[in-house]
Nanobody, 123 residues
Framework: QVQLAESGGGLVQAGGSLRLSCAASGRDFHKYVMGWFRQGPGTEREFVAGIMWSGGLTYLTDSVKGRFTISSDNAKNTVYLQMNSLKPEDTAVYYC????????????????WGQGTQVTVSS
């Protein structure tokens, strides 16, 4: 069993920045591919970014490239999502995920989800 705990969400003005954290714990979590998904009001959950614990390979969806960065601190068992130049359309609940496929775009391959953290970007 893997536990994922997100933190760092909040309210920010357009153009601002936030950093989300996902602390992983439990059995064999380093075997999984880590990712961030988001779900805005009335929309389906969508992939945002992914990272592999080993080697640090990263993958970002096109809409956030150049603005978001995903990283990990293996010593702290934590994955981060640095979000810059935020836009109102980035408003969503952001979920940390642990999955079995690379790149981790398809949520049917997600094995574990965090509880989610709200990000609200005001215009």
């Amino acid at each position: 069993q893997v536990q994922l705990a997100e933190s760092g969400g909040g309210l920010v003005q357009a153009g601002g920045s936030l950093r989300l954290s996902c602390a992983a714990s439990g059995r064999d979590f380093h075997k999984y591919v880590m990712g961030w998904f988001r779900q805005g009001p009335g929309t389906e959950r969508e992939f945002v970014a992914g990272i592999m614990w080993s080697g640090g390979l990263t993958y970002l969806t096109d809409s956030v490239k150049g603005r978001f960065t995903i990283s990990s601190d293996n010593a702290k068992n934590t994955v981060y999502l640095q979000m810059n130049s935020l836009k109102p359309e980035d408003t969503a609940v952001y979920y940390c995920a642990a999955g079995s496929r690379w790149p981790p775009e398809d949520n049917q391959f997600v094995h574990y989800w965090g509880q989610g953290t709200q990000v609200t970007v005001s215009s």
